[in-house]
Structure formats: C-alpha cells, structure tokens
C-alpha cells in the first residue's frame, strides 16, 4: 500500500515497476530518483501525481494507467524527456497547460477518462506520432494541433467532437484516423490534404456531406462512414483508387451513385445497406476485385445487369429491396457463394 520514504536512497535506480498494488500515493522522496528512466505504477489506487516528480529529468516513460488520478498536478511538463505517456483510465478532467512542454513525447494515451478541452498549446508536441483521446468529453480540438507533422495514429472515439477541423492539414503523416461516435456534422475540406491516410473511421456520427476534396486521399483503403446522414456521395469519389473497403451503410443516400463509383477497381468489400438507393451506375460492372457486397434494404426495382462482370463476387446480398423478378444474369457469377434475395417481391 505504501513505499517508504527511503527509496530515496535508491539514486541509482533506473526502472522501478510497482503496477498492480493497492498504492495511494507516490511518495515525494521520488525526487532524489535522478537516475529514473521508467516508472510504471499502473493498476493501483493513485489518486494525485506528486509536484516532485518534476525532479525526475531522465523519465522517458511513465505508465500510470487504470489509476483514480483527477489532478496532474504542478510541474509535470517539467519531464522534458519523456517520449511515452499512459495516463489512460483514470479520473482526469483537464491537462495543466504545461503539458504542452513534453516535446519529446512520441506516445501518448489519455483514453478513457473526462478530459473535456485540451490544452491550447497542446500542438506543441510535435513529435508525437500515436495519441488516443478516446472515451472523453473533448469537443474541440485546438488549432495548434496543425503543427502535429509527425502523427501517425489518431485516435478520438468516443468524444462530443463537432467536425473535423481544418487543422487536419498539417497532419501529413497520419496514416489512421478514428473518429467513432462523436457529434461530427462536417469534414473541414483541408482534410483532403492528409495524402498519407489509409484509414478514416467516423460511424456514428452526424455527417452530412463528403466534401469534393476528400477525393484528393488517393492513399486511402479502410473507409467506414456507417450511420451518419449522408444523403449522396460527391463524383470526386471515385478517384480514391487505393479504397479496398467501404461501409457507408444505414445513412440517407436517396440518389443514385455517381458514374465515377466504377472507378473504384481496387474495391473489395461494399456495405451500402439501409439507405434509398433506387439505382446503380453501368459503371458499376467495372469493380473487378469487389468480393462483397451489400445492398440490402433500399429501393433498387431490379438487380443492375453491369453485375454480371463482377466476376470476383463471392457474397451478394440484395435483400429487402423491390426486386421482382429473379436477376438471371447473376447465374453467370462462378465464385459467387451467398446470395440473399428474400424480403423483396
């Protein structure tokens, strides 16, 4: 439950690993632990971080993690040096402004917690390359976040974001970008200048619109815009020629798909399912590598006949649409492996 005060006698010591205790606090003697590199002190009962560790210049990484800390306390942008940061899983409400001063960090983790701002610094750590805000209250993130050149891996799940902003163009690294259930109703346009993504995953949202510059992510392959309220997809579309897998499922298209859609030849699998598509290019016959696809409950009247080039089409689901007859061009299909036509006419 407790350390003694004379581990201060410990200079030397480089790792100390107490996770997994039934601690309440660190003592302040940490302060004489000069030689400190790492500290993982996760899984215990900490309620506070003490002003002491200040003192410890060579930290690089702290883990503290599953913890009931609600206050960082003063000086803990004081730890220059540390690089990795898991302070996830505790009680915090807000990061002193000073932990924009921790430009080494190259990970950091701040999941699951009740963080509702960050700090307007927070940019500052420009080295960070994997930050995960998930599972707060954060509702806007700071303009000087355009400075993060180096991030790779962003994670925000789970928060009261309104959009995601315009800052979005200096993150030209960012490979991975999750946005699940927010309160996101726009994609700011300098979000096409993320040429590095390959991932962008923001279901359960309140999105509205794909703006045309979205097309300019010719890197992108993981796309999941599941229930949102899209009501149509721009023709930029179908210059995302890397897109592997699509889910745009259970949102309010009610046009029909641009002709650009057929551009999509690296397409695999396609979840168009629960919205009111009443129809589907020719140019959709040109997806030769698409595998699956769901169509399922729309208004399409008939099975397009361009599938009948799908020749890669393993899974096929159109049901709960308003198709009358059965689509006997699909029967030219030779991998297909599931087709499901119920609750249509």
Same mark, same amino acid.
């Given at each position: 439950?407790?350390?003694?005060?004379?581990?201060?006698?410990?200079?030397?010591?480089?790792?100390?690993?107490?996770?997994?205790?039934?601690?309440?606090?660190?003592?302040?003697?940490?302060?004489?632990?000069?030689?400190?590199?790492?500290?993982?002190?996760?899984?215990?009962?900490?309620?506070?971080?003490?002003?002491?560790?200040?003192?410890?210049?060579?930290?690089?990484?702290?883990?503290?993690?599953?913890?009931?800390?609600?206050?960082?306390?003063?000086?803990?942008?004081?730890?220059?040096?540390?690089?990795?940061?898991?302070?996830?899983?505790?009680?915090?409400?807000?990061?002193?402004?000073?932990?924009?001063?921790?430009?080494?960090?190259?990970? @950091?983790?701040?999941?699951?917690?009740?963080?509702?701002?960050?700090?307007?610094?927070?940019?500052?750590?420009?080295?960070?390359?994997?930050?995960?805000?998930?599972?707060?209250?954060?509702?806007?993130?700071?303009?000087?976040?355009?400075?993060?050149?180096?991030?790779?891996?962003?994670?925000?799940?789970?928060?009261?974001?309104?959009?995601?902003?315009?800052?979005?163009?200096?993150? =030209?690294?960012?490979?991975?970008?999750?946005?699940?259930?927010?309160?996101?109703?726009?994609?700011?346009?300098?979000?096409?200048?993320?040429?590095?993504?390959?991932?962008?995953?923001?279901?359960?949202?309140?999105?509205?619109?794909?703006?045309?510059?979205?097309?300019?992510?010719?890197?992108?392959?993981?796309?999941?815009?599941?229930?949102?309220?899209?009501?149509?997809?721009?023709?930029? =579309?179908?210059?995302?020629?890397?897109?592997?897998?699509?889910?745009?499922?259970?949102?309010?298209?009610?046009?029909?798909?641009?002709?650009?859609?057929?551009?999509?030849?690296?397409?695999?699998?396609?979840?168009?399912?629960?919205?009111? =598509?009443?129809?589907?290019?020719?140019?959709?016959?040109?997806?030769?590598?698409?595998?699956?696809?769901?169509?399922?409950?729309?208004?399409?009247?008939?099975?397009?006949?361009?599938?009948?080039?799908?020749?890669?089409?393993?899974?096929?689901?159109?049901?709960?649409?308003?198709?009358?007859?059965?689509?006997?061009?699909?029967?030219?299909?030779?991998?297909?492996?599931? @087709?499901?036509?119920?609750?249509?006419?």
């Amino acid at each position: 439950m407790h350390i003694p005060p004379e581990v201060a006698n410990c200079g030397n010591l480089e790792v100390f690993l107490c996770d997994n205790n039934d601690m309440r606090d660190l003592p302040k003697e940490i302060e004489f632990m000069h030689e400190m590199v790492h500290l993982d002190a996760s899984r215990n009962k900490l309620e506070r971080v003490p002003t002491e560790i200040q003192n410890m210049y060579p930290l690089k990484y702290l883990v503290l993690h599953s913890n009931r800390i609600s206050d960082l306390g003063y000086g803990f942008g004081e730890l220059a040096q540390l690089q990795f940061c898991n302070l996830s899983s505790n009680k915090l409400r807000e990061l002193p402004e000073d932990f924009s001063n921790l430009t080494s960090l190259t990970k @950091l983790d701040l999941s699951n917690n009740a963080i509702t701002h960050l700090p307007d610094h927070f940019g500052q750590l420009y080295l960070a390359q994997q930050i995960n805000l998930s599972v707060n209250q954060i509702q806007v993130l700071p303009e000087s976040m355009v400075g993060m050149e180096k991030m790779e891996i962003l994670r925000i799940n789970d928060n009261w974001l309104q959009e995601i902003p315009a800052c979005s163009k200096g993150w =030209i690294a960012c490979m991975d970008l999750q946005a699940k259930n927010n309160k996101i109703r726009r994609i700011a346009p300098e979000v096409g200048e993320m040429l590095s993504l390959q991932s962008f995953f923001a279901p359960m949202n309140q999105i509205e619109a794909i703006p045309a510059e979205f097309g300019m992510l010719t890197a992108l392959q993981q796309l999941n815009l599941r229930t949102n309220w899209i009501t149509e997809l721009p023709p930029e =579309i179908g210059a995302l020629v890397s897109l592997q897998n699509m889910d745009i499922s259970h949102n309010r298209l009610n046009t029909d798909l641009p002709p650009e859609f057929g551009l999509l030849r690296a397409l695999r699998t396609l979840d168009l399912s629960h919205n009111q =598509i009443s129809g589907l290019p020719m140019s959709f016959g040109a997806l030769e590598c698409l595998e699956t696809l769901n169509v399922s409950h729309n208004t399409l009247p008939s099975v397009p006949q361009s599938m009948m080039y799908l020749q890669s089409l393993r899974e096929l689901n159109c049901s709960g649409n308003a198709i009358k007859s059965f689509p006997m061009h699909l029967c030219d299909l030779t991998k297909l492996r599931a @087709l499901d036509l119920s609750s249509n006419r």
